[in-house]
């Protein structure tokens, strides 16, 4: 299920809340855990078995660590087993294929055959989230959770199951035994939910289906303009669709008294690339930070470790994205442009103009979409050459479709930035009336949002595929 | 960097209004929760003209379980949302209201023409499409010992530029046409050009196309007639010779439905009479196991029940049957034709019934061989009429 569908608004949620409301709060967690397996069997439901044996695991792991922890030498041995099952399971179900057909390629294993496993939703999420919990508690930065209900709940945790933001362990150990509720907390939830329904819903679908209209049209007749109009909504479509998802999360998070970290800070006001990376997707650099690259050393073991600590993190971070080489190449992508800002380009940049810097990080960025979205790079190596004038700068199509979707452009491009919530802010400071007005605003864009469901089969999430 | 992502600061912070946001958002989402399952369900759309997703019950558990787990439960659940959700249709309205405010010229693919059309629109074609079906057709029709001819009915776009929004592209509309005719170039079957004799009529300010449904209207109908005619060399009854009827001003449309646009006006349909009294019968055949048995005789060409349905284009013909037969009430001898047809060709029956006895094959629903009708009848021509939507965009299944 997703949270942008009608029955999780309309089914799911009313009565996930309502039962969770109804109980006292040493059920609360109990409630969780199931209508959060639920909620993750809804589409598969033989994986929920797949689910139940990682917690169990995980568990059980981290019981050990806990217990043989003046044991340094058999709690690292408990670690490593955990952390082997975890990424066993999650290879097996995401990159097996990957391996299957890239090793049949050579003659004397063309006899395998890719075995097709539908991947369970959310899985690397999930993974990377309960993996966290081993080595906090291995490090002592998380207590254990010897309650398996709350350390279910923790896992399964619905709002940022199936697309983060990846909760780390130690961020939320505290808030899983005591946490407030309030009238306060869930009226910033629910807005903070709407807010996140309108971008997923008005923005991210909108420009998603645009950008589809224009990979249809055949590569002899997509001009430039008409390659970066459609690029240009894909950038969009992947960051309103993406934190839309975090939005959500956060919100319904914290009308059941969770406090996420926040997912995405602007990204696309980034002013260079080492910028982006820390606004984009925080909870995962901030898991990679954390769990692979200072372990590695991070930056204290010279250059050149620093830069084959690097480029690890990134070969896995594009890795991680999809069992696909255009995945890998994402990522080494960013790894390449990262080291030559670390090397003198961050450098350069300050000292230039404020523009320069934006226009710079863009550019990559849009590039960097160009190799996530096209999973054949063929396809995406025809698109590349539309973009830079193989069928001509600019036709009546590019034209027509450019002009009538402007004002959908400048709404896109204004809500990729913070004036919005400034400005409602400001507002909201400065006018009593529009404080009173403003819940019929969110109540007006909730319905709003409702009726593009209503209307629209259209609905992929494309963070589904991860 | 101001922290953008702070809380409302709580000095400022209105009560009342936490209280309203938490009770209108509690309202909304368990206030529809509970309609859509106390509303009874719909079981036809009108509107949409199709069969709608009740809410799905199963006769034991163990039909639930396997329901259940195969994920099929879970897809009726997400069509019974989408289908019987509380005040959709006004939803979709709504809808279609933000992108003309938007400034948007089109929603859900159908454009916002000129004086109230709706405009289905197609991107560029995909030229192996019409490659393969033309080559396809080509197979089942050529070798046959009788003339074959094609027409391929223009959709909207292709031909009521006048109601298109300004600067809108031609290149698909022509793309798809230039493709079409280099594939029949190399065939034995006669190209019709249709779209040029009514583009002509169109830029002279008649209209020949519905504004809210995406067929062409009876007067559109007739001058594909008059092309046809021309082309295959009979006399065509003149205007003069029909006696036109309005027998609706209430129709909408496939494309008024799909748009949402509930501000534009229903279109009027027109029915051609000729005036020298002559009168048709219409078999439509009905096949089981293969043998084909004559399932209703209608007497003409209009179906008026159609009339109070939404579907009012089914007035021509009742719709469409696999096959159909059309004679006229005489004892004059008559050639038959052959033609194999879409929707289009109903409206355009009673014109080409005038010169011809003639026996419709839709092969969207028609399993037989083109090649044995041929053999086990006594036709003077096939005549292919299937319009470019279904041409460029669908696999024809014809043999």
Redesign the interface.
């Known amino acids: 299920?997703v949270f942008s569908?009608?029955?999780f608004?309309?089914?799911y949620?009313?009565?996930s809340?309502?039962l969770y409301f109804l109980v006292p709060f040493k059920y609360r967690n109990f409630i969780i855990f199931a209508v959060s397996l639920a909620f993750y069997g809804?589409?598969?439901?033989?994986y929920i078995a797949l689910m139940a044996a990682t917690i169990v695991i995980d568990y059980t792991c981290g019981y050990f660590i806990d217990k043989y922890r003046a044991n340094k030498r058999l709690a690292k041995k408990i670690l490593i087993l955990s952390i082997v099952l975890n990424l066993g399971i999650l290879g097996f179900f995401k990159y097996c294929d990957f391996f299957i057909v890239n090793l049949s390629k050579i003659a004397f294993l063309s006899f395998l055959k890719p075995i097709g496993l539908p991947l369970p939703i959310g899985i690397s999420f999930y993974t990377f989230q309960i993996m966290s919990y081993t080595i906090d508690v291995y490090r002592g930065e998380g207590g254990v959770q010897k309650n398996i209900i709350s350390f279910g709940a923790y896992v399964t945790l619905f709002p940022q199951l199936i697309a983060g933001p990846i909760v780390r362990y130690k961020d939320i150990d505290s808030q899983l035994n005591s946490r407030e509720h309030s009238?306060?907390l869930?009226?910033?939830g629910?807005?903070r939910?709407?807010a996140g329904l309108a971008k997923k819903v008005l923005l991210a679908n909108t420009a998603g289906e645009l950008f589809k209209?224009y990979q249809?049209?055949?590569s002899d007749?997509l001009s430039t303009v008409g390659a970066w109009t459609g690029i240009l909504f894909y950038t969009f479509q992947i960051y309103f669709d993406f934190s839309a998802y975090s939005d959500m999360a956060i919100g319904m998070g914290k009308m059941m008294g969770f406090t996420f970290l926040?997912n995405f800070?602007?990204p696309y006001i980034s002013k260079s690339i080492t910028d982006f990376w820390r606004r984009w997707h925080i909870s995962l650099s901030v898991w990679f930070r954390d769990y692979v690259y200072i372990p590695l050393g991070g930056s204290r073991k010279g250059t050149l470790n620093t830069y084959r600590n690097l480029f690890i993190v990134w070969f896995l971070t594009g890795f991680w994205h999809g069992a696909n080489w255009n995945y890998i190449i994402w990522g080494l992508y960013f790894f390449v442009l990262l080291v030559i800002e670390k090397a003198f380009l961050l450098k350069k940049l300050e000292k230039l103009p404020e523009f320069v810097g934006h226009i710079y990080a863009l550019f990559f960025i849009i590039m960097g979409w160009l190799i996530f979205v096209f999973e054949d790079t063929a396809a995406g190596m025809e698109y590349f050459k539309n973009m830079f004038g193989s069928a001509g700068f600019i036709?009546?199509?590019a034209?027509?479709d450019l002009?009538?979707?402007?004002?959908?452009l400048i709404?896109l491009s204004l809500a990729s930035t913070?004036y919005p919530?400034?400005i409602y802010?400001r507002l909201?400071?400065r006018f009593?009336s529009f404080?009173?007005a403003?819940?019929?605003l969110?109540?007006a864009v909730?319905?709003?949002s409702?009726?593009?469901l209503?209307?629209?089969?259209f609905n992929p999430f494309l963070y589904l595929i991860f | 960097?101001?922290n953008?992502?702070a809380?409302?600061?709580s000095e400022?912070?209105?009560?009342?209004?936490?209280?309203?946001?938490?009770t209108?958002?509690v309202l909304?989402?368990?206030g529809?929760?509970i309609a859509?399952f106390i509303i009874p369900d719909k079981k036809f759309s009108n509107d949409e003209n199709r069969s709608l997703q009740v809410f799905p019950t199963y006769p034991n558990i163990s039909a639930f379980t396997e329901s259940?787990?195969s994920?099929d439960f879970?897809k009726k659940?997400?069509d019974?949302?989408?289908d019987q959700?509380p005040l959709?249709d006004a939803?979709?309205g709504?809808?279609?209201m933000?992108e003309r405010v938007?400034?948007?010229?089109?929603n859900?693919d159908v454009i916002f023409g000129k004086d109230g059309s709706l405009i289905t629109r197609f991107?560029?074609p995909?030229?192996n499409i019409i490659d393969a079906n033309i080559k396809k057709i080509n197979k089942a029709l050529s070798g046959l010992g009788i003339p074959a001819y094609i027409c391929v009915p223009p959709r909207t776009q292709d031909v009521m530029s006048v109601w298109l929004?300004d600067?809108?592209?031609?290149?698909?509309s022509n793309?798809a046409f230039e493709a079409l005719e280099n594939e029949l170039a190399d065939t034995q079957i006669k190209y019709i050009d249709l779209r040029s004799a009514l583009l002509a009529k169109a830029d002279m300010g008649e209209q020949i196309y519905y504004r809210t449904d995406h067929h062409w209207e009876s007067l559109g109908a007739y001058y594909a007639y008059r092309e046809i005619a021309d082309n295959i060399g009979f006399k065509p009854k003149e205007p003069d010779e029909f006696s036109v009827k309005t027998v609706t001003d209430s129709f909408f449309g496939t494309t008024w439905s799909k748009a949402?646009a509930k501000w534009i006006k229903p279109d009027s349909i027109e029915s051609y009479e000729p005036i020298n009294g002559s009168r048709f019968e219409v078999d439509i055949m009905k096949y089981r196991d293969g043998r084909g048995d004559i399932a209703r005789t209608m007497d003409g060409f209009y179906d008026e029940s159609c009339l109070t349905t939404k579907d009012k284009y089914a007035y021509f013909l009742s719709g469409n049957y696999a096959d159909v037969s059309i004679r006229k009430i005489t004892d004059e001898k008559r050639e038959t034709l052959l033609v194999i047809k879409d929707s289009f060709v109903n409206s355009l029956v009673p014109f080409l019934a005038q010169n011809y006895d003639i026996r419709l094959i839709d092969p969207r629903q028609y399993t037989g061989k083109i090649s044995d009708i041929v053999a086990s009848g006594d036709y003077c021509a096939i005549l292919c009429c299937i319009n470019m939507d279904i041409i460029s965009g669908s696999d024809v299944k014809i043999a």
């Open positions: 299920m569908s009608l029955e608004l309309f089914g949620l009313p009565i809340l309502a809804w589409g598969e439901p033989v009238v306060a869930f009226a910033d629910a807005r939910c709407v209209m249809t049209i055949p007749s926040e800070n602007y036709n009546s199509q034209v027509y002009v009538r979707t402007l004002p959908l709404v913070p919530k400034r802010y909201y400071d009593p404080r009173s403003a819940p019929i969110t109540a909730l319905l709003l409702v009726a593009f209503v209307d629209s089969g | 960097m101001k953008t992502t809380p409302l600061c400022k912070r209105s009560k009342f209004g936490d209280v309203l946001v938490t209108l958002f909304i989402i368990f529809f929760s859509i259940f787990f994920g879970g659940i997400s019974y949302y989408a959700f959709r939803f979709v709504v809808k279609a933000t938007m400034l948007e010229k089109q859900n991107y560029y995909d030229v929004p600067g809108f592209p031609e290149e698909p793309e949402g």
